[in-house]
C-alpha cells in the first residue's frame, strides 16, 4: 500500500518543508503495529517525488479481531490495498502537512498550488470508474485508472475490482492530502475502526474549501459515517452552522444503512409512532426474525426447525422459548460463530420455557440424512451467499430430499437498494454474490418447485416504499399436504 506524491516546476522542492521530511533522509518508523517509510526518488528545485509505503504485520491485523480464530481471516487484502487503515497508518507522519504549519520561513508556501501528480494503489472498489473519476475531477484533476492484469485458465470475473490510480492537477499540498485521506477511505467502503461523532471533525476539517460544494458529496458523507442517524445528526449540526454564518446550505435526509456485522447487513427502520410517545428503533434484523417467526406460530406443526446458517444463534435462541416446538438444530459451519451460538444458547437454561437448540457443524454443499423431514426449515438472509451457478442444486436437494413442511427464505430486495441511495453495482454485504429485484426472486422461487410438490407465498419485510417495496423478501414454501409422504 502507498502513495506516490510529485511535484514538477519551479520551486517543486519546496514540499519537503511542507512535509518536513529531509529528502536526504528515509523516514522509518513504526505507527500503529505498522512499518511506514517516506523516501525521495527524486529532489531536485524542479522536481521532487516522494514515495509513502506502509507495511502492516499479516497477524496483527487479524489477532484481535472477532474472526481471528477463523482461517479464511488470513486471506484478505487488508494487508495490502491502500484503504483507510493506510491512511490511519500514515496520518500521523503528515501531520504538519495535514495541519498547514511548517517553520515559520515556509508557511507562505502552505497556499502554493503546485504541479501535483498523486499515485496510490492498489484500491480495492466496489464502485464503477466513472463514479470513482467523479470524486477527484470535480476538484481539478485529471484521472487515469489502471487495472492489473493477470492470465487464467479459467475466468473468475470480467474486470477486477482492483485498480490504480493516478491524478494530475495544481493543487496545494495540504488540500490535496487531506482530499485523499478523506476520499481513499469513500473507495474502499472499509472501516476497521468504530465509527462515531468523531467523524464530524474529520469531514469537516479535511473537506474544508471543497466539500461542501462537491457534486458527490453525499456519497462521501454515506460512505464515511456508514449509519443513518450519524449522517442525519451531522446533516442537522452542518445546517445549523451553515445558517450561523448565513450560508443555508440544501439539505437532504439520507437513509443508507451500514453493516456493523461482518455476517450480516445491520439496517435500522422506525416502528410508527403513537402521539406523544417515541417509539425505539427496531432494526431489520430484528423484523426479519420477528416475521420469521410469525410465520412459524400459525403452522400447525413446528415440532422440528433446521436453522440453516444459523451464524451465531440469535435467531435459534429466539425460537427456543416459543411454544410447540421440540427441537432445533442450528446448522453453521464456521466453528467460531458456533462457538458464539453455544454462548448463547447455555444463557437459555435460565429460563424453564426454553428448549436448547443442538448446534451442528454442517453446509448447504453437503446432505445430511439427520435433516430429513423436519417441519420447518429457515434459510434466513442465507442464499446471496451463496454462488447462483450452485444455488439451483442447493435448493433442489431441499425440495427434493430435505423436504421440510415449510421452507422459509429471505433475501434482500436489490430494488430497495435506490432508497438507500447506494450505486447500482453496490451490494449491501461484501460476501453477497447477487441480490435480486422482487420479480427475480419470484421466478427463482417457481423454478425451484416447478417438479417438486410445493406452493409459494412471497412477502416483504421492513418499511415499505412504494415503487420499491420492503428491503427483505421473504418466501414461504408449504409441501403439499395430498402429495406429502407418510
Known amino acids: 500500500m502507498h502513495i506516490t506524491l510529485k511535484a514538477t516546476g519551479t520551486h517543486a522542492g519546496m514540499i519537503s518543508h511542507l512535509l518536513a521530511k529531509n529528502p536526504y533522509n528515509t523516514y522509518d518508523r513504526t505507527e500503529k503495529g505498522a512499518r511506514v ?37 488470513y486471506i484478505n487484502d487488508r494487508e495490502f490495498v491502500t484503504s483507510s487503515l493506510f491512511c490511519t497508518y500514515i496520518r500521523g507522519s503528515l501531520g504538519t502537512a495535514l495541519n498547514g504549519k511548517p517553520k515559520e520561513d515556509y508557511v507562505g508556501w502552505v497556499t502554493h498550488p503546485f504541479a501535483l501528480e498523486l499515485s496510490f494503489g492498489p484500491v480495492a472498489s466496489d464502485l464503477p470508474d466513472s463514479v470513482v473519476e467523479g470524486l477527484f475531477a470535480p476538484l ?13 485458465s479459467f475466468q473468475l470475473k470480467n474486470r477486477s475490482t482492483v485498480r490504480y490510480i493516478t491524478l494530475s492537477g495544481h493543487q496545494t499540498v495540504q488540500y490535496a492530502l487531506r482530499q485523499l485521506l478523506l476520499l481513499i477511505p469513500v473507495l474502499d467502503n472499509y ?30 458523507i454515506r460512505r464515511t459515517l ?19 454564518t ?15 456485522d461482518k455476517h450480516e447487513q445491520v439496517q435500522q427502520q422506525e416502528q410508527p409512532q403513537e402521539e406523544g410517545k417515541q417509539q425505539p428503533t427496531v432494526r431489520l434484523n430484528e423484523l426479519r426474525y420477528q416475521a420469521i417467526m410469525d410465520v412459524i406460530r400459525k403452522l400447525p406443526r413446528r415440532q ?14 429466539r425460537m427456543a422459548r416459543m411454544t410447540g416446538i421440540e427441537e432445533i438444530w442450528a446448522v453453521e459451519p464456521s466453528a467460531y460463530a458456533q462457538a458464539r451460538a453455544m454462548e448463547r444458547f447455555a444463557k437459555l437454561e435460565r429460563h424453564a420455557d426454553a428448549i436448547s437448540p443442538t448446534p451442528m457443524m454442517g453446509s448447504l454443499f453437503y446432505y ?3 435433516l430429513r423431514g423436519k417441519d420447518v426449515m429457515i434459510l434466513c438472509e442465507v442464499i446471496e451467499h451463496v454462488d447462483e ?26 430494488e430497495y437498494n435506490e432508497v438507500y441511495r447506494m450505486n447500482q453495482q453496490e451490494l449491501r454485504h461484501g460476501d453477497h454474490r447477487f441480490e435480486w429485484s422482487r420479480s427475480e426472486f419470484q421466478e427463482r422461487c417457481e423454478q425451484w418447485i416447478a417438479e417438486a410438490p410445493y406452493s409459494v407465498a412471497l412477502k416483504g419485510i421492513g418499511e415499505e416504499v412504494e415503487g420499491f417495496g420492503q428491503p427483505t423478501q421473504m418466501a414461504i414454501f408449504t409441501r403439499r399436504k395430498e402429495q406429502k409422504e407418510a
Open 37 to 73: 517509510r517516506m523516501v525521495y526518488t527524486v529532489f531536485t528545485e524542479e522536481e521532487a517525488e516522494i514515495v509513502i509505503q506502509a507495511s502492516p504485520d499479516s497477524i496483527d491485523l487479524v489477532k484481535n479481531s472477532p474472526d481471528s480464530y477463523d482461517i479464511t481471516q
Open 140 to 152: 481539478g484533476y485529471q484521472v487515469a485508472i489502471e487495472r492489473g492484469k493477470a492470465d487464467y
Open 191 to 220: 472501516k476497521h475502526y468504530y465509527i462515531s461523532e468523531e467523524e464530524f471533525d474529520k469531514l469537516r476539517r479535511y473537506g474544508e474549501g471543497w466539500l461542501p460544494e462537491h457534486p458527490l458529496r453525499e456519497l462521501i
Open 226 to 244: 456508514r449509519f443513518t442517524n450519524l449522517i442525519e445528526q451531522f446533516e442537522r449540526s452542518d445546517s445549523v452552522s451553515a445558517e450561523t
Open 246 to 260: 448565513g450560508t443555508k446550505k440544501h439539505i437532504e435526509k439520507d437513509t443508507v444503512q451500514a453493516q456493523k
Open 304 to 317: 422440528k426447525i433446521v436453522d440453516f446458517g444459523s451464524g451465531e444463534g440469535k435467531l435459534s435462541s
Open 368 to 370: 445430511d440424512e439427520q
Open 389 to 414: 451457478h450452485r444455488l439451483n442444486r442447493v435448493m433442489k436437494t431441499i425440495v427434493t430430499e430435505y423436504q421440510p413442511g415449510v421452507l422459509i427464505v429471505t433475501t434482500p430486495n436489490r
